[in-house]
């Protein structure tokens, strides 16, 4: 099939939809998406396209004795797991071409030998699913970060405050000291009573840090590695401090929480629903597995070339830094 496809010259983008319908289709009957979710199936190739490049960048940068030997190509994609998760994004309505909705990274499956891509959700996509399949959903939710600088009282409900509520004033916008915390506020206009309030020390904010979180966003201290000269192998030379991008992980944290903190209603799950979560749980045993071949009777440290982990790739792709993929018509084999 792909050979006709190729034939016919279709648009990259174009095939890969045809094909994402052709591999789904083959496993459950026929397939009906909208228009709509057609874009966005193309808008997915975009991403993909640019995922398997960078990751097959950073297999040839590693020393052959460390490199897998399996190239990131999408010949070697399981294209019809990948269908079947390409789709249950689209019906949700995450859009990779929109910022911060959904992240794919490349991962290997040493069962089939080839490449699962595992679905990160953007701290919007967790907004988009929220409010798609919440039960009480709020009519606004407002996140904030509070500095020592700042004036916050939260305000429960009880015998004299008839609604849950806070206070919260910033009393120096350009130099707001050191971050104490933050607050997640869900916002009932037409029920005030069901208003509510969370807040979040900087303890409670850090133990939502993800584990493998990476230097270069959260900032911290990072070892520097340079090519011993004299037997080949990478030493470590000594640390240097990433000043990264903090305070905006801190914000995206509560935001995430905020969200994430809306319960589902088990009457709107469907499918695509039951998916993403399979899909949850399919890149957390990536990212454990990909850990312990990093690491199994490792020899010697390689130098980190550029993103190491689903983390990295979502904090980067979420922070927006010029990053965006573009399509490439060679070389598909649609």
């Known amino acids: 099939m792909s050979v006709q496809l190729e034939k016919k010259r279709l648009p990259a ?11 789904f ?10 228009n709509f979710q057609k874009r966005l199936v193309g808008n997915y190739f975009i991403a993909l396209d640019s995922a398997l490049k960078m990751a097959e960048e950073k297999r040839m940068k590693k020393y052959e004795n460390k490199r ?4 990131v190509t999408w010949e070697n994609v399981n294209m019809q797991k990948l269908a079947r998760d390409v789709v249950a994004c689209a019906r949700v309505g995450f859009d990779p071409a929109q910022k911060n909705h959904i992240n794919m990274v490349p991962f290997k499956n040493n069962t089939t030998g080839k490449y699962d891509i595992t679905f990160v959700e953007g701290y919007r996509g967790i907004e988009l699913k929220a409010t798609k399949y919440g039960l009480n959903v709020p009519d606004a939710v407002i996140v904030e ?3 020592s600088t700042d004036e916050f009282r939260s305000i429960k409900k009880d015998s004299t405050n008839k609604y849950e509520g806070y206070e919260f004033r910033i009393t120096n916008d350009f130099d707001r000291g050191d971050i104490k ?12 009573e069901k208003n509510r309030l969370v ?21 911290g201290e990072k ?28 914000w995206k944290t509560i935001y995430r929480a905020a969200y994430g903190d809306i319960t589902i209603d088990s009457q709107k799950i469907d499918d695509d629903y039951l998916r993403l979560s399979q899909l949850e749980g399919d890149a957390e045993q990536a990212r454990v597995n990909e850990e312990i071949a990093e690491n199994a009777n490792r020899q010697t440290i390689d130098i980190d070339y550029g993103v190491s982990d689903e983390n990295s790739a979502a904090s980067q792709t979420e922070l927006n830094l010029d990053d965006t993929p573009q399509p490439v018509e060679a070389g598909v084999p649609f």
Do not use: C
């Open 13 to 23: 983008s174009e095939a890969f939809t045809v094909k994402v319908m052709s591999e």
């Open 199 to 219: 807040v979040l020390s900087l303890k409670d904010i850090m133990k939502r840090k993800p584990t493998y979180a990476s230097t270069e966003f959260w900032g």
């Open 68 to 71: 897998d030997p399996v190239p």
């Open 145 to 147: 970060v509070v500095y």
């Open 25 to 34: 289709g083959s496993g459950v009957g026929e397939l009906a998406l909208t």
């Open 181 to 192: 915390g933050g607050f997640y506020y869900h916002v009932y206009s037409q029920a005030p």
């Open 223 to 250: 070892d520097v590695w340079e090519r011993d000269p004299d037997t080949g192998k990478n030493r470590k030379t000594g640390t240097e401090t990433v000043e990264g991008w903090y305070e905006k992980m801190v």
